[in-house]
């Protein structure tokens, strides 16, 4: 199996900065791509980040220009630095990853257990 285990939710005022991690562990080959959504109370879970294996990026419209997803191979873990945090940022997010097993050979999503951020003054 693999396991994502996320960190660095919290509570912050707004305009200020949290970074999340993500770490996959566990029968991992081979990382495809990983990233991050968020769902907020009542909303629909929306995506925020992605990054694929040749750097490719992907970011909402409402988070472009605050926020920067990266990645540490060696490490298995995806980061979201987040900066200018607003109200409308308060959910709780979730990472994936595009795994491939090696024990199986296949290839799945998997998803971390959810980390909340809270920004409120």
């Known amino acids: 199996q693999v396991q994502l285990v996320e960190s660095g939710g919290g509570l912050v005022q707004p305009g200020g900065s949290l970074r999340l991690s993500c770490a996959a562990s566990?029968?991992?080959?081979?990382?495809?791509?990983m990233g991050w959504y968020r769902q907020a109370p009542g909303k629909e879970r929306e995506l925020v980040a992605a990054l694929t294996n040749s750097g490719s990026t992907n970011y909402a419209d409402s988070v472009k220009g605050r926020f920067t997803i990266s990645r540490d191979n060696a490490k298995n873990t995806v980061y979201l630095q987040t900066n200018s945090l607003k109200p409308e940022d308060t959910a709780v997010y979730y990472c994936y990853a595009l795994v491939r097993d090696r024990a199986t050979l296949m290839r799945n999503y998997y998803w971390g257990q959810g980390t909340q951020v809270t920004v409120s003054s």
């Open positions: 566990g029968r991992v080959l081979r990382i495809n791509a």
